[in-house]
């Protein structure tokens, strides 16, 4: 254990403070990827339209550990850590493609789309010469397998035996959302990554506080996209990690609790030069016009007027990380809906006019806990319980990523 984790105890006050040492021990970091990320955590590896076809493979991260999700000749989904079980060097050098088989570049050993060691380069030797022992057992280092299970095209992986099938991971009032976007088959219409100078945990907090959203983000409240005076909700499932944050759009123009409190986000004099942008079909039928849902420890699945996207976050050390974000819509698609979710899309990612904040946020927390490891963050907003509510002025679901990290941690 470190030096830190040894020498602090959680706040008294439970899950409404989270110490800032959270987001700055190495050591933590390290017991994170055993406890959560190889540990009993489902984690995000990819959207099945994204392997659809025999022989289709991509690569992503279970935290540190690189990985191959592919799919063999008969079709059944798999994924495997890429890294050679001979020197260790990576496996699967693309981000995507097409393979029967995988060699190493290193030494040529070969890998069938399941992960399992095929062939060992010169394994008896030249000329009678060099090679193998006879009792050798190269496989004995092969790459771990994980157990996949996939949920409406979305494909997950663990290490672990002991983790729940996915759906009972979710929790129904989690699975019913994700059933409601992925109501059909979907279709990849492209994807992008950004880095971010923070810990990954400061991320899936910003995504489950849903009081930050229309203070933050000027573009939600400016143009009525989302503020918390809007009909909506916010949902906890599973153990307290999973959740769901959606609104329904404010057509009137009163904004009335904005100007109140005197917020930057407060006026209604604006109107965009090309409307076309919030021209939305509601597809669903169900009124709601932005749906935020997250999974422990790493997924994200947005419906944001007509915008599809997942997202997965990535751990890339105790103060950066990586987000890869993959826009889809459905099969079904005309050509007309394809470029509404296309022009759509611009309100989300890196120059996203809404997500853009996102990262600067996130990174002004990480630079402005760096001298206060004993302090903590204050969330009492909607009290001190994880649970849902009818009301978004509440931080119910971040005191809920605390209680699942926690639990998965043991602290």
């Not at 260790?88 to 399941?114: K, M, P």
């Not at 992925?182 to 899936?204: I, T």
């Not at 169900?286 to 947005?302: H, N």
């Not at 971040?398 to 998965?408: A, E, P």
């Amino acid at each position: 254990m470190s030096a830190i984790l040894a020498s602090r105890t959680w706040p008294k006050e439970g899950l409404t403070r989270v110490p800032y040492w959270v987001y700055q021990d190495p050591g933590l970091y390290e017991r994170e990827q055993e406890r959560i990320f190889r540990g009993d955590a489902w984690t995000f590896l990819g959207l099945e339209a994204e392997v659809a076809n025999p022989g289709d493979y991509k690569t992503t991260f279970v935290g540190d550990m690189p990985v191959v999700l592919s799919r063999d000749e008969a079709g059944v989904l798999h994924a495997w850590e890429n890294r050679c079980a001979h020197r260790g060097a990576l496996i699967a050098l693309r981000n995507q493609g097409n393979a029967r088989e995988f060699a190493c570049v290193y030494h040529n050993w070969t890998y069938d789309l399941s992960g399992t060691l095929t062939g060992v380069a010169f394994r008896r030797g030249v000329g009678g010469q060099g090679g193998m022992p006879a009792d050798a057992n190269p496989a004995s280092q092969s790459p771990r397998k994980l157990r996949v299970e996939s949920y409406c095209g979305l494909a997950f992986g663990t290490l672990s035996t002991r983790t729940p099938p996915i759906e009972a991971y979710l929790g129904e009032n989690i699975a019913v959302r994700i059933r409601r976007v992925m109501k059909e088959p979907v279709k990849v219409l492209g994807s992008y990554s950004q880095m971010f100078s923070n810990n990954w945990k400061l991320y899936m907090d910003n995504v489950k506080d849903s009081y930050h959203a229309s203070l933050l983000h000027l573009f939600f409240t400016t143009f009525r996209l989302n503020r918390l005076s809007q009909k909506g909700g916010v949902v906890v499932g599973g153990d307290g990690g999973n959740h769901v944050s959606y609104s329904m759009r404010d057509t009137g123009t009163a904004g009335e609790e904005y100007a109140r409190e005197k917020l930057r986000s407060s006026n209604d004099a604006f109107g965009l030069e090309a409307p076309g942008l919030l021209e939305a079909v509601d597809e669903i039928g169900d009124g709601i016009t932005l749906q935020i849902l997250s999974v422990f420890p790493g997924f994200v699945l947005q419906q944001i007027f007509n915008s599809l996207a997942v997202r997965q976050i990535i751990p890339k050390g105790v103060g950066r990380s990586e987000l890869v974000w993959t826009c889809f819509g459905y099969e079904s698609d005309d050509a007309a809906m394809t470029a509404r979710r296309l022009r759509q899309a611009n309100l989300v990612g890196p120059a996203g006019f809404i997500s853009m904040e996102d990262g600067a946020a996130t990174g002004f927390v990480q630079r402005g806990v760096a001298g206060s490891p004993d302090r903590a963050s204050f969330i009492e907003m909607g009290g001190d319980a994880v649970a849902s509510s009818e009301s978004r002025v509440t931080e119910t679901s971040v005191r809920g990523l605390w209680k699942s990290w926690r639990g998965h941690m043991g602290i």
